[in-house]
């Protein structure tokens, strides 16, 4: 892809990151770490990418750990951050 | 399937991220934020599988099914069977060190996703592919090591309080220095032996990085490798020319820098203190000072006694209480303390037990109101109309050595500030000290009570003889 474009895409997201999360009360920090900790889970499509394209053993032995790291983070991450969510419903006022 | 119907799809899983992260600001919608950015992962990672994948990184383009299919499906089943039990079972006090596991194992994912692209680039790699590569497994490793060693430390695996070795800065200095300049070598040479060079360096900075970071600090540093993780995976999306990693992997590395920025203004650090600080403070170790010093000791009903005749009480709960999960406890006293017409509140510390909201959330979990949960800024000025400060397994955040004693690792933290009270009660297992591993002179305040034990047998004590009076 163009580099503009790859540059401005990438710029525009930093301002967005800002922009979202410039506010947050304390009582969220963790559940936001958590939550943004799993979006980053998001590697596995690369890890899927490359297992795909992988022709020797070595490469298809990286790719598929990468995988099973990258599933980890990304499930477990929401899986953890719903679960402490769930703490706060009994609170609505 | 085409590649607009693809990059649309991609498009779409980046909204879901933003829409996460603006959820996750609020705690009205903070689940259903948390879900939509769930919903946005698994639709990008379902997609990847109806989309042949065009040449990337020197690499022929690939046609459907995709190659190594069930190896792929097998791995993806591997990762479940661990993450899903890990998620679910863990208890709501080791949730701090899960969620630095989880981001270490999503570096560790990035540095090998790297390994493998760059075990391919061709000579008709561009120099920003090749430098991107390398820069995702710098970045991977040294997230990947570092969140193990914060793993570590909070599991207590290993000391909790900062690790200072000699020359310390140096040594650091010059791990970061070898790590550029191995990573300059890699750039130019494209060879394996010096990537393997590389990756290893890079493991070390990462432990080295956290290991002088102690105590309280621990959660700011998880954010940070947080963030270092979003930006390799933004790398990654563009050496693998995917949208969608380069905006869900900047946003989480803007967002994850911004949160690291609020949670070290909650505990009043500044971020390069916290990272560098322990070997700067002039190092005191309070221990052996103050060992045999005396303390008064009371009973459950001692306590009960104070309680009764009380007409404002403040609860100060810390990790101790979390450890011993006495929320319900701790509940069941808070009530039966209004019933009987005394005031009571619990005075939150943002980053009282492992990480900041910590004491929220499990006071959550036993349906305290949340009106009766009161910031720091706000409980502070009330002290000193209170009879009664209950601390329950807390140390650090009342510590008074954050105001009087410069060069302590808390030092400058604000605390919420117990001795105000007219009588302080400490619910504690042993004379130990907290988290940070300084001494609290609080302990031998004339005002303060000291009651020994596990928090949820002393609760319940002190409960079942309130009820007696």
């Known amino acids: 892809m163009d580099a503009m474009a790859i540059l401005s895409i990438f710029v525009l997201s930093v301002f967005v990151g800002f922009e979202v999360v410039s506010k947050v009360s304390s009582t969220l920090h963790t559940p936001l770490m958590s939550g943004a900790n799993a979006i980053h889970g998001v590697i596995l499509v690369g890890a899927i990418i490359v297992a795909d394209h992988s022709e020797t053993n070595l490469e298809l032995g990286l790719s598929l750990a990468a995988i099973v790291l990258a599933t980890i983070n990304m499930v477990g991450g929401f899986v953890v951050t719903d ?5 706060f419903k009994g609170q609505k006022k | ?23 996750l600001s609020h705690p009205k919608t903070a ?6 950015g769930a919903f946005g992962a698994g639709l990008a990672t379902l997609v990847v599988f109806f989309y042949a994948s065009p040449s ?10 995709l190659n190594n299919l069930g190896w792929i ?10 993450g899903v039990p890990a998620a679910r079972r863990v208890q709501m006090t080791q949730m701090p060190q899960l969620v630095a596991l989880f981001n270490g194992v999503g570096g560790g994912a990035a540095a090998l996703v790297a390994i493998v692209e760059y075990l391919n680039l061709g000579s008709e790699a561009t120099t920003a592919q090749v430098v991107f590569t390398v820069f995702t497994v710098i970045v991977g490793c040294v997230s990947f090591s570092g969140s193990i060693i914060t793993f570590m430390k909070l599991q207590e695996l290993m000391t909790s309080r900062p690790v200072i070795f000699p020359a310390g800065r140096f040594v650091i200095a010059a791990t970061l220095a070898s790590v550029i300049g191995v990573g300059g070598w890699v750039v130019s040479a494209l060879g394996t032996t010096p990537l393997l060079i590389l990756a290893a360096l890079s493991l070390l900075f990462g432990v080295l990085f956290v290991l002088p970071v102690g105590g309280a600090d621990v959660p700011i540093v998880i954010s940070l490798l947080n963030a270092f993780t979003g930006l390799t995976v933004a790398a990654s999306g563009y050496v693998l020319d995917s949208v969608l990693l380069i905006i869900a992997g900047t946003l989480v590395g803007a967002s994850g820098t911004i949160l690291t920025r609020l949670m070290a203004d909650a505990m009043g650090r500044s971020l390069f203190g916290t990272l560098f600080g322990a070997f700067t403070a002039k190092a005191q170790d309070a221990s052996g000072v103050a060992e045999d010093r005396p303390v008064r000791s009371g009973s459950a009903d ?6 009764n005749y009380a007409r404002r009480v403040v609860i100060v709960p810390g990790f101790g209480l979390a450890v011993a999960q006495a929320q319900h406890t701790v509940r069941e006293l808070a009530d039966l303390m209004i019933s009987k017409g005394i005031d009571v509140a619990y005075g939150i510390h943002p980053v009282a037990g492992r990480m900041p909201g910590h004491m929220n959330v499990l006071l959550a979990e036993a349906n305290v109101p949340y009106d009766q949960l009161v910031e720091m800024d706000e409980v502070n000025p009330t002290f000193g109309q209170t009879d009664v400060a209950i601390v329950i397994g807390a140390n650090d955040v009342v510590n008074p050595a954050a105001k009087t004693t410069p060069g302590c690792p808390i030092y400058g933290m604000p605390i919420l500030e117990v001795s ?29 009570m000291l009651l020994f034990g596990d928090a949820k047998s002393s609760l319940t004590k002190v409960v079942s003889a309130l009820k007696a009076l």
């Open chain 1, 83 to 87: 679960r402490m969510l769930e703490m």
């Open chain 2, 1 to 23: 399937m085409s590649r607009t119907l693809y990059d649309l799809i991609g498009l779409a899983a980046g909204i879901a991220f933003i829409l996460a992260l603006k959820g």
């Open chain 2, 31 to 36: 689940r259903r934020g948390n879900l939509i």
């Open chain 2, 56 to 65: 990337v990184y020197g690499k022929a383009e690939s046609s459907l099914p």
């Open chain 2, 73 to 82: 499906l097998g791995a993806i089943a591997v990762g479940l069977i661990i």
């Open chain 2, 302 to 307: 001692d306590v009960a006694i104070l309680l």
């Open chain 2, 420 to 448: 105000n009270a007219a009588n302080i009660i400490f619910l504690k297992r042993s004379m130990r000290p907290g988290f940070a591993g300084i001494e609290n002179e609080l302990l031998y305040d004339p005002k303060t």
